[in-house]
């Protein structure tokens, strides 16, 4: 394990610190059922926001330290957009505050993951190669802050469901209806943000590489991926998804998100959102299908084996970049 021990890499620590205080007391607050621990956990996830926003966004301003190193600046660019949506819904709407119970601690969790993870020097931020792609990520960021309200509705609307129960965060829950209507909101406008982080970021990939196999594949991908809210809203519309079935879908969904996140958009070192591709990474054999795309631009003087093409091409990519 490598940790780049820039200053913003100890902001970020220190960020992950307090969110981890936060879950901890949100957590205490459901099994004490005490309100007094979950109003803890409010101050410090509000605390964590403020080091980490400052962490994350300064270095951007200011360019110092905007290389991606790996899962770090992507996982904590997004939650930290998501701890955002959070805290100001939950200003908003204090029946909002409970959604803590899930949205601290999967927060903590992908944090701490960003954190540990092997890092992987990319290059200058993405969000700097062109004005397409501040779309983009911001699209992904809210989207996941939205996403995270609607699974959190969900579960809070099935703790409701359960009769009998009092104390923390029952008697603070509104009724049925409310949170209901609270998904299906939180889900519409996770759908709108996932709509703009699919069509800046299918809009970069075409201008940057044009109407090649590889482009179109990662635009079917990140469509894939805007049709997770896509069907949650027709099911809404069309067949009636209320209560209990969208409360059961808005976990599944923001689960169906991280599959796609750390799968099908990998943020490895060899493969940085290039798709499908299992680990370890391939080069030669993730290749091949494009082979011949390559054969008609690159005109050697004498035939070359398919690891020299291969070697070739990575470094025409290099410097390229």
């Not at 981890?20 to 964590?48: M, P, S």
């Not at 660019?77 to 100001?88: E, H, I, N, Q, S």
């Not at 949205?103 to 944090?111: D, T």
């Not at 970021?201 to 809210?229: E, P």
Request: glycine letters at 8%; aromatic letters at 18%.
């Amino acid at each position: 394990m490598e940790i780049n021990m820039n200053p913003d890499v100890r902001v970020y620590w220190a960020a992950v610190a307090l969110y981890g205080l936060a879950a901890l007391f949100y957590i205490l607050a459901f099994i004490k059922k005490k309100e007094k621990f979950a109003d803890l956990g409010i101050n410090f996830a509000w605390t964590g926001f403020i080091v980490h926003a400052l962490g994350t966004f300064y270095p951007a301003i200011t360019h110092k330290y905007t290389h991606i190193c790996s899962f770090y600046k992507v996982i904590g660019g997004t939650v930290v957009m998501g701890m955002f949506v959070f805290l100001a819904a939950s200003l908003a709407k204090k029946a909002i505050r409970p959604a803590g119970l899930l949205i601290m601690p999967v927060s903590f969790g992908l944090m701490v993951l960003g954190g540990l993870m092997p890092c992987h020097p990319l290059g200058p931020s993405p969000v700097y190669k062109g004005w397409q792609l501040w779309g983009h990520v911001t699209g992904a960021g809210f989207n996941f802050g939205f996403a995270s309200l609607a699974a959190a509705m969900g579960v809070l609307y099935l703790l409701k469901e359960a009769k009998g129960k009092t104390g923390y965060p029952y008697d603070q829950l509104p009724d049925l209806e409310v949170l209901d209507r609270l998904n299906y909101r939180f889900v519409l406008v996770a759908f709108i943000f996932a709509s703009t982080m699919v069509s800046f970021g299918s809009l970069w990939s075409f201008m940057k590489f044009g109407m090649v196999k590889k482009t179109l594949m990662l635009a079917g991908i990140v469509w894939g991926f805007w049709s997770i809210y896509a069907f949650a809203l027709a099911s809404r519309w069309f067949f009636h998804w209320q209560g209990r079935r969208l409360a059961l879908y808005s976990p599944f969904a923001l689960l169906l998100v991280f599959l796609f996140l750390f799968y099908m958009a990998p943020f490895r070192e060899k493969n940085y959102h290039s798709g499908p591709f299992f680990s370890p990474y391939n080069l030669q054999e993730n290749m091949k299908p494009y082979m011949k795309d390559i054969e008609s631009t690159i005109k050697p003087d004498k035939p070359i084996s398919t690891p020299a093409k291969v070697d070739k091409v990575a470094k025409l990519l290099d410097n390229k970049e």
